[in-house]
């Protein structure tokens, strides 16, 4: 082994054989052999410390295949204005950074993260891009909370920092994609359990401007599906809350029949009340079935069916006519006459009672109507 200097550079060069070792206390702590250098402590954990010098970051450079092309350089960071760790390539001509990790544990990357499989750049639905996370297994989002945590449940959030957002623009959303082109074969699944206690109601609960508009349920709720309503009907799977529009747009998609269901509390009379309302009309008809029953003992109940028509104007009414058909009656109840009134732009269906003691009754009505497109039925 020599020690010189060529004028330039010190050089210790070492022609021996095995490896060229630096010792403390009789233990190597550092050995250049011949696959690089091997660094060692007998007392503790072997460190290697870079130190940037004040205002400086401190970093460490990986050049492969002699560094002939620029993706073969990669520089991790400690950058010292935010003191993060972060991965930089040389790919683009220069550093680029890649990935970092702040001091919080929070991690941001750039590109495709797949775990289990390769990373794939696109995809076999056209209209889809390939997903920034990849994996070949279950995904587990997981938090340890108790049902008195203010913070509630942990959430998956699509945020769109768009302030030009148009109407019907996507914000996000799942796409249940097969590589099998025939789509007889394909089904998507979300499922929602309940550990240890099937009896416990477990709900899918759609919200929109912290307003809730659909809820799916199981268990105590026997799968029921709540629309615009938070609140379930007992006995019943399906529970609306508001008015429901049909039509087959294979025929003509304009012609619409509307289904609506509006209750009344009424107290016999022999004064005309008005007990259900029409609106925006214009021509258009209505077929309504009656359900009555009484709340004095012993109550008595009846069905009625009313047909009723309109002339209009526009949206408005200008004329009605009713035709009313007593269906059923049972039990110890009063006998109700229905009319119809207009004032040339609504009308109002009006409950007049052969019995002045305002006795409670209730009303409830089922409503198939086609009229102008905005046309409603409402209550009193």
Known sequence: MTISHNGSNSIINDTGTGELQLQRGGNTILSLGSTGI???????????????FEGSSAQLTLIADEGDDN???????????????RFLSKASGSLVEKWHITTDGEVEQTGRLAVGLGVRTTDVATNISAGLIQTDGNIDLRFAGVNTDPAGGRYINF???????????????????????????????MKLHAASNSSKRCQFRFRG?????????AGSLGG?????????????????????AIRNSAFNSDQITKLTSVGFSYTTSTSAVDVLGFQNFGGGAAEITVFRRD????AGASIDKLYVAFGGSG?????????TAQTLR???????????????????????????????QTLCFFVVSHGASGHMITGF
Request: glycine share 8%; net charge negative; aromatic share 6%.
């Open 224 to 244: 029921a599906f709540i629309l615009n309503t938070s609140t379930g009907v007992t006995q019943a799977n399906a529970t609306f809350d508001g008015r429901v």
């Open 315 to 323: 949206s408005n009414i200008t004329s009605a006519a009713i035709v």
């Open 330 to 360: 049972r039990g110890s109840i009063h006998n109700i006459t229905y009319t119809i009134t207009e004032n040339n732009v609504t009308a109002a269906l009006q409950a007049t009672c052969d019995d002045n003691t305002g006795e409670a």
């Open 159 to 189: 945020m769109n920092t768009d302030t030009t957002i148009v109407v019907d623009q996507i914000m996000g959303g799942f796409n249940f994609i097969s590589s099998d082109s025939d789509a007889s074969g394909v089904m998507a699944s």
């Open 38 to 52: 091997e660094i060692t402590d007998p007392n503790g954990a072997a460190e290697v410390k870079l130190t940037g």
């Open 209 to 217: 401007n912290d307003a809730e508009l659909a809820r799916l349920g």
């Open 295 to 298: 709340n004095t003992s012993p």
């Open 71 to 85: 993706a073969d350089t990669w520089t991790i960071q400690s950058f010292v204005t935010d003191n993060t760790l």
